[in-house]
């Protein structure tokens, strides 16, 4: 790639990459989105007790037995229009109105992060550091650029407690054969977030220098933040179990100031079902999320379902906002490595505009 071109592309990428949350009205932007639920349709409210429990649900804190340290997460999100940037950019030549055209109807997304955790029975930890570009063009007619640069660190602290119910079976692990229990939770953050997400028509981003880009998303600040949340985990038998679970995250939205924007509040609920086949276990979930936002119904819609085998194996597929999700991890006792795509509708409303997104994630982990 020549220097002209180089220019070119890091200029849009984060011109874009600080108005993804803003400019696309209809995405959910969430602080933090694990690769097992994305490729289970984003459905994890009510099932929820792993170390993504810390922020999807802090009740999924009170299940948490021995300890897990998740030293470093390493995730990647890219859109299917990034991986084929080269062949959009090979014939851009300049930086002019023209050229944009080359950019019209693309969704260059990407989505790097790092994350720690730690967890122990009724608590939760975990360091994150999310970083998002993206660069979004349309409407040859009308047209407009929406781009993006953001970057969220912080640390968020969960713990848990429950009630158990129901008769107990002697000791050891067939004491809980037939008990259920429910959930509570509570969660606080603390976060620093950069930039943020911005529209412009191609005449004016053409007329802007690169200094004059990065003072529109060099806006800093922090914040704190509260996450709330419930579970009930009815058990039917020895081997089958429903899960129910609400939870509002970040009460109230998280500002930060300074140009940089906000984490906004998101209210959801969901059920599951969970069953022993002997062979492994099956996980039927489904959420409504975003319940507080004036969005499309279908976009609150998500549905997903997990295969865990033996072989430290699982099997994802889901329905996020009616889109097909699916994906894949293999568990070898200190490492773990997870394989999800997904759909992401970026319009308003559900059906116009769906972007297809690849995600890989490598979890370097140890329990005792």
Excluded: C
Excluded at 93 to 98: H, I, P, R, T, V
Excluded at 114 to 126: K, Y
Excluded at 150 to 157: D, E, M, P
Excluded at 323 to 340: M, Q, R
């Amino acid at each position: 790639m020549t220097k002209v071109k180089q220019g070119i592309f890091f200029n849009l990428a984060f011109v874009f990459l600080s108005h993804a949350s803003s400019a696309h009205a209809g995405v959910e932007r969430e602080l933090y989105r694990g690769i097992e639920p994305l490729a289970m349709g984003n459905a994890y409210i009510a099932i929820a007790d792993d170390e993504h429990a810390i922020f999807y649900n802090p009740a999924g804190v009170a299940a948490y037995s021995g300890m897990k340290l998740h030293y470093l997460t390493l995730q990647a999100t890219t859109s299917e229009d990034a991986l084929n940037l080269r062949d959009t950019l090979k014939d851009v030549k300049d930086f002019s109105g023209a050229d944009l055209n080359q950019f019209m109807g693309k969704n260059i997304y990407g989505n790097p992060n790092a994350s720690a955790s730690l967890t122990v029975p009724h608590f939760g930890i975990a360091a994150i550091y999310d970083a998002e570009v993206a660069l979004y063009a349309k409407n040859q007619s009308f047209p407009k650029i929406e781009y993006g640069y953001q970057r969220t660190s912080g640390v968020q602290a969960a713990f848990g407690f429950s009630t158990q119910q129901g008769r107990k079976r002697g000791y050891g692990r067939r004491n809980s054969d037939f008990m259920s229990e429910w959930r509570f939770g509570a969660a606080g953050k603390y976060l620093v977030r950069r930039g943020g997400y911005r529209v412009l028509t191609p005449i004016q981003l053409a007329s802007m220098n690169s200094e004059q880009i990065r003072s529109m998303v060099d806006g800093k600040g922090s914040g704190y933040g509260f996450d709330l949340g419930v579970q009930r985990f009815h058990r039917i038998s020895p081997r089958s179990a429903l899960h129910f679970g609400a939870a509002y995250t970040n009460i109230g939205d998280i500002a930060f100031g300074d140009g940089a924007d906000a984490v906004k509040s998101g209210v959801g609920a969901g059920v599951g079902w969970s069953q022993d086949l002997g062979i492994g276990i099956a996980t039927l979930a489904y959420d409504m999320r975003q319940i507080n936002a004036q969005a499309d119904w279908r976009k609150m819609q998500h549905v997903g379902l997990r295969f865990s085998f033996p072989l430290l194996i699982d099997l994802y597929a889901g329905m996020n906002q009616t889109y097909l999700t699916y994906g894949a991890s293999v568990d070898i006792w200190l490492l773990k490595v997870t394989a999800a795509s997904y759909r992401e509708e970026v319009g308003v409303v559900s059906a116009i505009d769906p972007e297809r997104r690849y995600s890989i994630r490598v979890d370097f982990k140890f329990g005792l």
